[in-house]
């Protein structure tokens, strides 16, 4: 009992420090956040990747971290920052943000706007670069606290979350090595932006694409033995059947995002667009629709993917079909006992620091991220830890809530501080 007692005092007196620290540099993490924001790092502008990259590196150097900006000459993105501090306590964390954002040069959106004291309306300040300020912001405060010293932390801010390289297989190789050799995952994505939720869980995120094959003949032939229904029915058919069969499982969602069909067709190579040649008198010969398949778990992905293959192999007359499922994707974080019990954990942390409590993000509200890659090598994984109160990213209209800042660095920090020193 009494050594219990002093434990808990020596946690109290760490854990305001911790705080004490975050409120003391705040104000320059909001400056640094701004100088982030007015980067422009769009995934495929490299020199602007890679210069977020920098601005960070120098933080995280100046705690003592060991940091390191990749290449990603291999699969064609700008590359990581890797950032590694070695200790010798508790678990093995690794944490997770982003550089780049989906606002290229060419975007409209280029620099912050204060829309009032609190709200920043800027291209990234909640997706992602609000969540990396709040990582560094948070190891500022463990070190300020005498702590981080102790500590084994991996940071990951990847280069290309937005746009994935190609092949994903390098472009995730140190993302994917480092859950390997973690025990936690904290991702700091902006989850659905409420500072009350967090997320335990993440849909995955795949491409499908479907081909089907007619006859082509004079529309008054169309329904006979030898000619049959044509590509257009048959494409119809299979997509209401998707709909018919699979529109009701909770959490699961395919969507049909591009179709184009008739006598011949000329896809474009990306399928975003291309033209089609067909007439109102003859029976289209071809169709081509892609799409995506979100789903929450492996399982859940797998059975829709064998029901969706049967409905494709289930052909009208004188047609045939094929699908055919991308493997280039994002895995599902699928909710377990760990990341529930880690959701306790900070639910608990931000109870007791006076932020109320914390409940899971529904896995519909919150898209593929990369904490996604670290699904069966981590104990325990929670994402969504990042800058929260903003709106509409991913468009010109992003914006994020920079006092919540403050609020996300605590939790964060004293989260770390106790899973290291009084994991269960």
Same mark, same amino acid.
């Given at each position: 009992? +009494?050594?219990?007692?002093?434990?808990?005092?020596?946690?109290?007196?760490?854990?305001?420090?911790?705080?004490?620290?975050?409120?003391?540099?705040?104000?320059?993490?909001? +400056?640094?956040?701004?100088?982030?924001?007015?980067?422009?790092?769009?995934?495929?502008?490299?020199?602007?990747?890679?210069?977020?990259?920098?601005?960070?590196?120098?933080?995280?150097?100046?705690?003592?971290?060991?940091?390191?900006?990749?290449?990603?000459?291999?699969?064609?993105?700008?590359?990581?920052?890797?950032?590694?501090?070695? +200790?010798?306590?508790?678990?093995?964390?690794?944490?997770?943000?982003?550089?780049?954002?989906?606002?290229?040069?060419?975007?409209?959106?280029?620099?912050?706007?204060?829309?009032?004291?609190?709200?920043?309306?800027?291209?990234?300040?909640?997706?992602?670069?609000?969540?990396?300020?709040?990582?560094?912001?948070?190891?500022?405060?463990?070190?300020?606290?005498?702590?981080?010293?102790?500590?084994?932390?991996?940071?990951?801010?990847?280069?290309?979350?937005?746009?994935?390289?190609?092949?994903?297989?390098?472009?995730?190789?140190?993302?994917?090595?480092?859950?390997?050799?973690?025990?936690?995952?904290?991702?700091?994505?902006?989850?659905?932006?409420?500072?009350?939720?967090?997320?335990?869980?993440?849909?995955?995120?795949?491409?499908?694409?479907?081909?089907?094959?007619?006859?082509?003949?004079?529309?008054?032939?169309?329904?006979?033995?030898?000619?049959?229904?044509?590509?257009?029915?048959?494409?119809?058919?299979?997509?209401?059947?998707?709909?018919?069969?699979?529109?009701?499982?909770?959490?699961?969602?395919?969507?049909?995002?591009?179709?184009?069909?008739?006598?011949?067709?000329?896809?474009?190579?990306?399928?975003?667009?291309?033209?089609?040649?067909?007439?109102?008198?003859?029976?289209?010969?071809?169709?081509?629709?892609?799409?995506?398949?979100?789903?929450?778990?492996?399982?859940?992905?797998?059975?829709?993917?064998?029901?969706?293959?049967?409905?494709?192999?289930?052909?009208?007359?004188?047609?045939?079909?094929?699908?055919?499922?991308?493997?280039?994707?994002?895995?599902?974080?699928?909710?377990?006992? +760990?990341?529930?019990?880690?959701?306790?954990?900070?639910?608990?942390?931000?109870?007791?620091?006076?932020?109320?409590?914390?409940?899971?993000?529904?896995?519909?509200?919150?898209?593929?991220?990369?904490?996604?890659?670290?699904?069966?090598?981590?104990?325990?994984?929670?994402?969504?830890?990042?800058?929260?109160?903003?709106?509409?990213?991913?468009?010109?209209?992003?914006?994020?809530?920079?006092?919540?800042?403050?609020?996300?660095?605590?939790?964060?920090?004293?989260?770390?501080?106790?899973?290291?020193?009084?994991?269960?």
């Amino acid at each position: 009992m +009494g050594t219990s007692v002093v434990l808990h005092a020596q946690q109290n007196k760490l854990e305001r420090k911790i705080v004490k620290s975050v409120d003391q540099h705040t104000e320059a993490s909001l +400056g640094l956040l701004k100088k982030a924001v007015n980067i422009n790092s769009g995934t495929m502008n490299f020199d602007g990747v890679k210069k977020v990259g920098e601005l960070f590196k120098d933080e995280l150097d100046k705690l003592g971290f060991q940091t390191e900006l990749t290449s990603g000459e291999s699969y064609g993105r700008a590359g990581h920052l890797i950032a590694t501090r070695k +200790g010798k306590k508790g678990p093995k964390l690794l944490l997770i943000g982003h550089l780049d954002t989906v606002f290229e040069l060419d975007s409209p959106f280029q620099e912050y706007k204060m829309l009032n004291d609190s709200i920043m309306k800027g291209p990234g300040v909640s997706d992602m670069k609000g969540g990396d300020v709040i990582i560094i912001l948070a190891m500022k405060a463990l070190k300020d606290a005498g702590v981080l010293d102790d500590m084994n932390i991996e940071i990951i801010m990847t280069g290309d979350e937005e746009k994935s390289g190609d092949p994903i297989e390098l472009s995730k190789k140190d993302l994917i090595e480092a859950a390997i050799r973690a025990d936690i995952a904290l991702g700091f994505e902006n989850a659905d932006g409420n500072s009350k939720t967090i997320v335990t869980s993440r849909r995955g995120s795949s491409d499908w694409k479907l081909t089907v094959n007619g006859n082509a003949a004079h529309s008054s032939q169309i329904f006979t033995d030898k000619v049959g229904v044509g590509a257009i029915y048959e494409a119809s058919r299979i997509l209401n059947e998707f709909y018919l069969q699979l529109s009701k499982e909770e959490n699961l969602t395919f969507n049909p995002g591009f179709i184009i069909g008739g006598t011949t067709l000329e896809p474009n190579e990306e399928l975003t667009g291309g033209r089609a040649f067909g007439k109102s008198n003859v029976v289209a010969q071809e169709v081509t629709v892609r799409g995506d398949i979100r789903a929450v778990s492996p399982e859940q992905l797998q059975k829709a993917q064998s029901i969706m293959n049967t409905i494709v192999s289930a052909n009208y007359p004188k047609t045939n079909a094929q699908i055919i499922f991308g493997n280039d994707g994002y895995p599902p974080l699928a909710s377990t006992d +760990g990341n529930r019990i880690l959701l306790e954990h900070y639910n608990k942390v931000s109870q007791d620091l006076g932020f109320g409590t914390i409940t899971a993000v529904n896995p519909r509200n919150a898209g593929a991220a990369d904490i996604s890659f670290t699904s069966g090598h981590v104990d325990m994984a929670i994402d969504g830890l990042g800058l929260t109160g903003g709106a509409d990213d991913h468009t010109i209209n992003e914006t994020g809530n920079l006092n919540h800042v403050s609020v996300q660095a605590k939790r964060a920090a004293v989260l770390i501080y106790r899973l290291v020193n009084f994991k269960q």
